[in-house]
């Protein structure tokens, strides 16, 4: 604003300060009527009045200009303690948020701003242009006075409305800014102490005999993250120092957590290095016995029973050796304590032994489900003729016909199973093939009822 409460009466238009008397006089006029009069009165009893006396319309017409001039005032000190209070508002609003909102917010700050100063002046113009203690002052001149200074009360009354109709407006954007900066010094405390708990961490596990050198590195490339919270909002802006408080808390607890999980995680890998190089020779003994179980199967069934089994032992002897060769890297890492190695190279060696014991389990899984089906084909059929005719039952429950979309593949899983068991039939069946086919049928009814299912489901 153009005044502050400290310089009521100076204007712009003025180039030259006015008598200290009169200053004073318009001091004493702003702190109210009621002091002026206790002030006034022991002089007029004691004879020694200043002031000439007019007649009773003139006095009157100056109390009115002066009560318009003491409203005015309030008026305006009212005006000017909201706008303040309003800035800091701003201020805060500025400091958390860069959205468009928050632009848009101040942009119209300040135009209020300038509204406000327009009012300010009118104001002062009004109160600089009249001295309603001059002994001469006319009953017209004060009416003026009234006048003008009633209308600068109302238009800073209006501006006031304004002000504070923006004001209401601001609280979402005011809470939102507030709510972060009451989340700015506990977040950066956080941090802090996560980041010394991490360090304790540290301390403990190295003074247990164990190292840490991945964690140590990756609590050292958060030093400069610190160095910025040091540094405070003021320079790097409060919603990125909250980003970074919370990013610093997140970094730094999973370097504790790990760090004092580290002693069980070692304990750990050593267990598993033993029981994987148990399960390595295991498997090793296991693979010499798939060809015996090849030489029957080639020996009793057709070709296409056992021809893609047939590099099973080669393979699996390969992959057996791979995970040895894996098992000793992850040991010599668990030895050096680089963990992250360790660990992955375990997870390797897991990886190879799963793909050997599958192919190697494989082979004895044949024998056992063909030996089955030559001895008793029958069961694998009712097995399937029952999957089929489940899916039918469900399939015309509720209904005179079948859906073409349900019927359609459940017809052609009967026809296919017809195939399946006419196959059989001959010198030298090939019961793999049936197998596969079975199982197949058996997928195609499962769908099926699972899709009736569903539909069925979304209609209700």
């Known amino acids: 604003m153009t005044a502050t409460p400290s310089q009521p009466y100076s204007s712009p238009k003025v180039p030259c300060a006015r008598p200290a008397r009169q200053v004073l006089r318009d001091t004493l006029t702003l702190i109210g009527l009621p002091l002026i009069a206790a ?3 022991p002089a007029a009893f004691a004879g020694g009045g200043t002031r000439r006396w007019f007649g009773g319309r003139a006095e009157s017409q100056r109390a009115e200009a002066q009560a318009a001039k003491d409203a005015a005032a309030a008026a305006f000190y009212e005006l000017d303690t909201a706008q303040r209070d309003l800035r800091i508002s701003i201020e805060t609003i500025t400091a958390v948020d860069g959205s468009p909102a928050a632009l848009r917010a101040v942009a119209d700050f300040e135009a209020l701003g300038r509204r406000i100063d327009e009012a300010s002046s009118q104001y002062i113009d009004a109160v600089d ?41 601001l609280g979402p954007l005011l809470g939102k800014a507030e709510t972060q900066l009451a989340r700015l010094a506990p977040a950066v405390e956080r941090a802090r102490q996560s980041l010394l708990a991490a360090s304790g961490a540290l301390d403990a596990i190295r003074a247990s005999g164990l190292t840490a050198d991945d964690l140590a590195a990756r609590l050292a490339a958060l030093a400069p993250e610190l160095t910025k919270l040091n540094q405070g909002a003021g320079q790097h802006g409060v919603p990125g120092t909250l980003e970074r408080a919370e990013r610093v808390t997140r970094e730094a607890e999973a370097i504790r957590v790990e760090a004092e999980r580290l002693p069980e995680r070692a304990a750990e890998i050593d267990h598993r290095l033993v029981s994987l190089r148990t399960r390595a020779q295991a498997l090793t003994t296991r693979a010499g016995q798939v060809e015996p179980v090849l030489s029957e199967l080639r020996r009793r069934f057709t070709a296409a029973c056992w021809q893609d089994l047939q590099h099973v032992p080669e393979q699996a002897a390969k992959t057996v050796r791979q995970a040895e060769l894996k098992l000793r890297e992850a040991q010599a890492a668990r030895d050096a304590q680089r963990w992250p190695d360790a660990t992955a190279l375990v997870s390797t060696v897991r990886a190879l032994l799963n793909a050997t014991d599958e192919a190697v389990s494989a082979a004895g899984d044949r024998l056992h489900r063909l030996n089955a089906v030559q001895k008793d084909p029958q069961q694998e059929i009712d097995r399937t003729r029952f999957a089929i005719r489940d899916a039918q039952r469900l399939a015309m429950a509720g209904r005179t016909t079948p859906d073409p979309r349900h019927a359609r593949p459940l017809d052609d899983a009967v026809a296919r199973l017809d195939h399946a068991i006419a196959g059989l039939e001959g010198r030298h069946p090939d019961y793999w093939h049936f197998l596969m086919e079975t199982e197949a049928i058996r997928q195609t009814a499962a769908h099926v009822v699972g899709r009736i299912r569903e539909e069925r489901g979304a209609g209700h």
Do not use: N, P
């Open 39 to 41: 002030l006034a009165l």
């Open 129 to 169: 242009a009249h001295d309603l203690d001059r002994d001469d002052l006319e009953a017209s001149a004060a009416s003026r006075a009234r006048a003008e200074l009633t209308a600068a009360k109302e238009e800073l009354g209006r501006v006031k409305r304004e002000l504070d109709r923006f004001t209401e407006g």
